[in-house]
């Protein structure tokens, strides 16, 4: 909350995509350690 509130002081909109594909590729990697779908993230790449 307050990184979302330190965007919106400041107006530095454009870290918001930066940020989404950041959390996008760590999911990924959380998903892609123990799970069944580690083969078909592994395959997307």
Do not use: T
């Amino acid at each position: 909350m307050e990184l979302l509130s330190f965007l919106k002081q400041r107006k530095k909109y454009w870290l918001i995509p930066i940020i989404l594909v950041i959390v996008f590729f760590a999911a990924l990697i959380l998903l892609g350690e123990n799970s069944a779908l580690a083969p078909f993230i592994y395959s997307l790449f």
